[in-house]
């Protein structure tokens, strides 16, 4: 075995080695220098315009339109001809296909679509790659499947389409939310008026060709970039049948407000402030790995990220030590990198929010633990961190950070672990970490959470219903009840 020798005697595996750069090639994708609004199935200028940057680099990537009113009064009433002119009494089986067609573009172009949204959201690429894409994908499919089954789905309640849908989506999945909005919208027989988030506009923009390749009818699905005020815009339309909005519960309250009493329906999935309970019965590699993807997921910009640590007081010590290990191993860095665990956080406004609570957690008093790691000097960048020694009414307790930051608290009993998991203003998910099929089962009972993960986390599937209790909204996304939201059963 010749190739076993080697000279000098050196050691076979290396004491300290590091992963060489596996950049993910950009050149599959092609950006346009500037992008206009995508109204009624035609590109249109918007007078004012606004720079996408890349998070990692702060490179600018292209211009964008910031649509005002009337661009968003335009792309209504594309919307609304396109509902009278034929959508909506398309039989389901013609819509049917069109969504197996957008979905298979989807499959298609994963690549490009992954690189891009990596490229102007700042994820990893395999997060893109291996979780945004082939969900995006499985959302069209899995609404395909139902737009012609609509009254079985509802057997005698007469299930019809509602009319425009107006929908605004954030920044952290942004072609992962456009397809969980567009997907049920257009299966129920609705068009839609869509509004990414201002910094993540370029994967939406891309969606306008697949639309385009799919040969759906203009009008159907329409565009507008821009920010809160294109929101709002689309928000304050009479012409708007139904509201959907994924964002901050500060955002969601506020359009709740205005459409009180309009008889717009409403439905709103909003922040959170999740427990993840790990009892000292469970697998505890497992759950460190459950609790990493938890947090650090997507740079922990997950609405439903397991930012609150509840660990039973006689694993505590073992569980934080491993944990700590387990982080010093997480590659921060280029998202592009097909190595890179945590990539840039999403705006400088989302970098400023982050470091604003951390510090707030310092100066109350929690013992803060970053492992060493070097960040690059360009782009907005936060180490993965995890605060012990946190009292529940600490900020960093209560409020949703949004970044890669943990706080853990301890319990003892599993009363004591419901009380404090739902001593929250919010209530949209919850992991529970136990070998016992019995306590996950008395454990989800009693969790004021819309979705309960038990022995896993962070996993998601377009056949089941999410959405939250309390602040974190109200009405569900996936499966049968997805489908809901978008219609209507009078007679
Ligand atoms: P945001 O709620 O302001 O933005 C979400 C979407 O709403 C974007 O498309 C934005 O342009 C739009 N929007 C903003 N103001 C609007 C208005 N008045 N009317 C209609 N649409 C409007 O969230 P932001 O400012 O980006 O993030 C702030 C915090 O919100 C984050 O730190 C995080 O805690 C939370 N958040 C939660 C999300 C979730 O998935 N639940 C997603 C994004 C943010
Ligand atoms: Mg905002």
């Known amino acids: 075995m010749a190739e076993l020798d080697r000279p000098g005697g050196s050691p076979a595996v290396p004491d300290d080695w590091t992963y060489a750069p596996a950049p993910e090639s950009r050149d599959i994708v092609r950006l346009r220098e500037r992008y206009g609004l995508f109204v009624g199935g035609e590109w249109i200028e918007a007078k004012e315009t ?21 661009d968003v009064d335009s792309a209504v ?28 573009i989807l499959q298609e172009r994963a690549r ?24 995006a994908a499985a959302h069209f499919f899995y609404y395909a499947g139902w737009a012609d089954k609509l009254e079985y789905a509802f057997p005698n309640r007469r299930p019809r389409p509602i009319g425009v849908a107006g929908q605004i989506i954030p920044w952290n999945f942004p072609l992962l939310m456009l397809a ?91 922040g959170g402030k999740a427990a993840n309970i790990v009892f000292d019965d469970c697998a505890l590699d497992q759950a460190v790995e459950g609790i990493v993807n938890g947090i650090y ?27 700590k290990r387990r982080l010093e191993t997480l590659r921060v860095g280029d998202p592009l990198d097909k190595n890179t665990d945590v990539g840039a956080i999403n705006s400088a406004m989302q970098l400023e929010r982050i470091r604003e609570l951390v510090e707030s957690g310092r100066e109350e008093g929690a013992e803060i633990y970053q492992p060493p790691c070097r960040l690059p000097e360009k782009g907005y960048w936060f ?68 979705v309960v993960w038990a022995n896993t986390f962070n996993r998601f599937d377009p056949s089941s219903p ?17 489908l809901e939201p978008y219609l209507r059963f009078d007679e």
């Open 112 to 135: 490009e679509f992954a690189v891009l949204e990596s490229m102007n959201g700042g994820k990893p690429i395999k997060e893109s790659r291996d979780v945004d894409l082939p969900l």
């Open 383 to 450: 180490a993965p961190t995890v605060f012990t020694n946190v009292a529940q009414s600490y900020r960093i307790a209560q409020e949703e950070i949004f970044g890669p930051v943990l706080s853990v608290l301890t319990f003892r009993t599993p009363e004591e672990a419901i009380e404090k998991a739902n001593n929250t203003p919010y209530g949209l998910s919850a992991g529970v970490w136990t070998e016992k099929g019995s306590r996950i089962l008395w454990m989800a009972q009693r969790l004021r959470a819309g």
């Open 180 to 270: 969980w909005k567009i997907a049920p919208a257009l299966a129920c027989g609705n068009t839609v008026v869509l509004k990414p988030a201002e910094t993540t506009p370029l994967t939406a923009l891309l969606f306008c060709d697949v639309l385009r390749q799919a040969e759906l009818p203009a009008g159907v699905v329409n565009i507008v970039t821009g920010d809160g005020r294109t929101g709002a815009a689309l928000v304050e339309h009479e012409g708007v049948d139904k509201i959907a909005f994924t964002g901050s519960t500060e955002v969601g309250k506020a359009i709740q407000r205005r459409l009180a009493g309009t008889g717009t329906k409403l439905t709103l999935e909003l």
């Open 466 to 482: 999410f959405g939250g209790y309390k602040e974190s909204g109200f009405g569900r996304e996936g499966g049968l009840h997805g």
């Open 297 to 323: 997921f997507n740079q922990g910009h997950v609405c439903c990220a397991g930012s609150r640590l509840l660990a039973q007081e006689s694993i505590y010590e073992p569980l934080v030590d491993k944990l």
């Open 77 to 104: 009433t594309a919307a609304r001809s396109a509902f009278a002119n034929g959508w909506s009494s398309l039989p389901g089986s013609e819509r049917a296909k069109y969504l197996f067609r957008i979905a298979r």
């Open 50 to 70: 606004y720079e996408t940057i890349s998070p990692a680099s702060e490179e600018p990537l292209a211009v964008i339109g910031q649509a005002s009113a009337a």
